[in-house]
């Protein structure tokens, strides 16, 4: 809607209740192609309203002990607040997460301010605040998590999703098989980094996010890239002493 047809991305089907063309399959969050903390919120609680609602509707079996309702898979924003909304809705369900609980925001840069307005967070109730940095957004996520039993298993990656003649979902990560009825992806896009395919990408001085700018003095730096998170780092990076900053983009602005 913002931008000319040529800055499009893939993106994928979704019904209004963020389904995918695969039944009791849902995307949520930045995946779905709206990268907004608040749409993300938003997004995961309205899906798991869908979920719980369907559950009732068809009057499912939930019986089977080794079967969830629905498994997470992401701990961002997006898994953060679906979570929340499957422990008030009494939900038996699971939330992965590849890395840390925070999700892209917990890889924000040191002080970022992360705008917003506000949302009603599940088990919490209306956020008010309008401007705030990553470190006061995680912290208040650490908060209402503390408060609740958060089913989250960290340093756990997704690496197949089956749906069985069933009609469950077979989930394998790193460390576990899970077997469920409904899959939230709530997974992000930064998740596992696009690489160049260039010699030496894999040296130690190639990073794929910038936390400290201050940590770079007296460099020469290129930037890879021209969405906000590039041109952020370049800016960083440039006020710092002695740097030269390239930023390289492969579209034409």
Known sequence: VMAS???????????????????????????????????????????IDSITNRIKTTGAVRSAPDVLDVLIVGAGPAGISASLRAIEKKLNYVTVEQDEVGGTVAKYPRQKLVMTSPVEFPLYGKFKELELSKERLLSFWSKILQRVDFKVHAGEKVDDIKKESDGIFTIATTKNKYRSRAVILGLGRTGTPRKLGVPGEELPKVMYRLIEADHYVNKNILVVGGGDSAIEAAMGLAQQPGNKVALSYRKEA
């Open 5 to 47: 047809p040529t800055m499009g991305a893939d993106m994928p089907f979704l019904t209004p209740e963020y389904e995918t063309s695969l039944p009791n399959l849902f995307i949520v969050g930045e995946l779905g192609g709206l990268a907004l903390i608040k749409n993300a919120i938003n997004q995961g609680r309205d899906c």
